[in-house]
């Protein structure tokens, strides 16, 4: 009989899933990065990039949230993403 996951720890699913956002994350701070070194003076991407940043910072929130409380939202996989 295989054990199933008690209320506090993510299923196998779950960190799966909170990996290849932190994937995702780390890609989009890394292409940001890579860009603001090539038009750090371009007021119009500057400001392109404080939003993304907030968004990012939205996104890492929501998976703290999700790690906290492991089990929710495992119904909706695209529920983080923006």
């Known amino acids: 009989m ?3 996951p008690g209320p506090e720890e ?13 994937n995702n994350l ?4 890394n292409l940001l990065l ?3 070194r090539e038009s750090p003076d371009d007021p119009e991407f500057r ?3 404080l939003s993304m940043l ?6 890492v929130e929501e998976m703290a949230v ?7 939202g495992a119904s909706d996989p ?4 923006g």
């Open 34 to 36: 890579y860009n603001l």
């Open 2 to 4: 295989t054990a199933h």
């Open 78 to 81: 695209g529920a983080e993403r």
């Open 47 to 49: 400001a392109e990039a």
């Open 10 to 22: 993510p299923t196998a699913s779950e960190r799966g899933r909170t990996v290849h956002d932190l």
């Open 26 to 29: 780390a890609s989009q701070l």
């Open 54 to 59: 907030a968004d990012l910072v939205r996104q």
């Open 66 to 72: 999700r790690l906290k409380t492991p089990g929710e």
